[in-house]
Antibody, heavy 117, light 106 residues
Framework: QVQLVQSGAEVKKPGASVKVSCKAS????????MHWVRQAPGQRLEWMGW????????KYSQKFQGRVIITRDTSANTAYMELSSLTSEDTAVYYC??????????WGQGTLVTVSS | EIVLTQSPATLSLSPGERATLSCRASQSVSSYLAWYQQKPGQAPRLLIYDASNRATGIPARFSGSGSGTDFTLTISSLEPEDFAVYYCQQRSNGGTFGQGTKLEIK
């Protein structure tokens, strides 16, 4: 069965960067795009961007353009999301998600990133 | 970017009642719209994809309709486990989410 396992919780200082990983199993990694979505405490889901796991092309939300980089390592079946210039407003749970077509049937467990001085 | 507006923000109903949730896009998204259910402390769960197709394992009481800019999620007869927050997401250009509708027990 499809599984997405994310890296553990992080605590970062303002101005720092964070890199979250998402290891996929149970399907051909290069067949599905990988999305990154975040959710601040008590807030809505926020789409950050996605990567074509096959050719590595990416598309980012305008809100995060220039501050987020999504990459993948096909040899490790793992996708990564790096967010830079962190502020307290980046405190959130970050999810990776994937699936066939244009929706996300499979989600990681989420990674809590806390930004605090 | 495409903006999705969900209504109502909160819907108070009783088990057994019918729920109708709306999602409106700022421009056409064709049929590239999905609905998700989220419960506290959990990742979202895909309910409907491509506007009207139920995802694997989703009960038949959930149905989706619409195309272009106006979409509806209907739950025909509410079960206790259906009370949660529901989000729509467009995948026509990027992947923006609506702000969510909280379905609460009346």
């Amino acid at each position: 069965q499809v599984q997405l396992v994310q890296s553990g919780a992080e605590v970062k200082k303002p101005g720092a960067s964070v890199k979250v990983s998402c290891k996929a199993s149970g399907y051909t990694f290069t067949s599905y795009a990988m999305h990154w979505v975040r959710q601040a405490p008590g807030q809505r889901l926020e789409w950050m961007g996605w990567i074509n796991s096959g050719d590595g092309s990416t598309k980012y939300s305008q809100k995060f353009q220039g501050r987020v980089i999504i990459t993948r390592d096909t040899s490790a079946n793992t996708a990564y999301m790096e967010l830079s210039s962190l502020t307290s407003e980046d405190t959130a749970v970050y999810y990776c998600a994937t699936g066939s077509g244009r929706s996300c049937a499979y989600w990681g467990q989420g990674t809590l990133v806390t930004v605090s001085s | 970017e495409i903006v999705l507006t969900q209504s109502p923000a909160t819907l108070s109903l009783s088990p057994g009642e019918r729920a109708t949730l709306s999602c409106r896009a700022s421009q056409s998204v064709s049929s590239y719209l999905a609905w998700y259910q989220q419960k506290p402390g959990q990742a979202p769960r895909l309910l409907i994809y491509d506007a009207s197709n139920r995802a694997t394992g989703i009960p038949a009481r959930f149905s989706g309709s619409g195309s272009g800019t106006d979409f509806t999620l209907t739950i025909s007869s509410l079960e206790p486990e259906d009370f949660a927050v529901y989000y729509c997401q467009q995948r026509s250009n990027g992947g923006t989410f609506g702000q969510g509708t909280k379905l609460e027990i009346k």
